[in-house]
């Protein structure tokens, strides 16, 4: 289980971007953010991969304590996090192969990831691939393939890293809505056969009711939100997407 505790994000420029935040997520559990833009998603995000460190409170893993308690155990804790991203961050010239394969980089030392990779490590990248319906385009180029392949090699970079958990920031708001289903459906499938916890942010309703285990919805920093698909309303829609924005904090 992943807890955070009263976790709130206040960057330097004054924007109270999170406001204090408590949250559990149960292992295997398919969490989905919604929100609109600067509600506070990515911000968590960040947090709960050690990208930014919150100003309050905490976040921890059952069995590991704090992710925060020494750089050893953050380094440990993202080595565990897989992260799918909007834009894809894929390196264009390489093959879709060799992408997945920076998944492996974190699974060892910085020396050792300075030569060519072993084959076990490369067997578990094709296998990745395989999960995604692109093993046969392994060898293409990455900026050779459409915008839906190129997330769905996103997904097999992460899962090749073969995480607990996978963190999702918007990863279809880039694409047409048939693809951004299939991406999320893969997503979904593979989390669900192999246990990973996931949370994932989305602008997309339907997307989030139609995978989501459970949801939370953000509004100016804060949850405003917290329930099934089945619970989220036009009431709570409106809630979530009307709130005022996150606010300077007070000097």
Partial sequence: MLQLQNVAMTYPNGVVALLPTTIAVPKGQFLVLLGPSGAGKSTLLRCLNGLVRPTQGDIAVEGRGSIFQSSRSLRDHRRRTGMIFQQHHLIGRL???????????????????????????????????????????ALDRADELSGGQQ???????????????????????????????????DLHRICREDGITAIVSLHQVELARQFADRLIGLAGGRIVFQGTASQLGQTILDQIYTAAPPQMAAA
């Fill in 95 to 137: 093959s879709a192969l060799q992408n997945v394969l920076l998944g492996r980089v974190g699974a060892h030392t910085a020396l050792r990831s300075m030569f060519p990779l072993p084959r076990a490590d490369q067997r578990i990248a094709l296998q990745a691939l395989e999960r995604v319906g692109l093993l046969e385009r």
């Fill in 151 to 185: 997330q769905r090699i996103g997904i097999a970079r992460a899962m090749a890293q073969q995480p607990e958990m996978v963190l999702a920031d918007e990863p279809v708001a880039s694409l047409d809505p048939t693809s951004g289903e299939k991406v999320l459906a």
